[in-house]
């Protein structure tokens, strides 16, 4: 999974480096880093299960304040170690009555 993972995420790299001189190289690349990624979901939804971790819903408070978190310009890991440091945790194990 880690390794599909680095995979997914060089290939975006090559693709978007690509774009200036070939588009033909930049949606392969872009699709194989999709397929790469695509490999990685199910096994992650095992992981959640195994440690109690919920699925959000695209309408989830923390879902919606990632997407808020990724308008951010310039947003850095910081960014998203200072919002999960606040108030609201990012990532919340599941609640036991669930």
Not at 23 to 31: M, P
């Amino acid at each position: 999974m880690i390794q599909a993972a680095r995979s997914g995420k060089q290939n975006i790299i090559e693709g978007s480096m690509a774009a200036a001189t070939s588009k033909e190289t930049e949606i392969k690349l872009t699709n194989v880093a999709r397929a790469s990624l695509e490999n990685c979901w199910p096994i992650t939804g095992i992981f959640c299960a195994a440690h109690k971790y919920e699925e959000w819903s695209k309408d989830h408070r923390y879902a919606q304040r990632l997407r808020q978190l990724n308008r951010f310009p310039n947003a850095t890991y910081d960014t998203f170690k200072r919002a999960s440091s606040m108030r609201t945790r990012l990532f919340a194990p599941m609640s036991s009555s669930a």
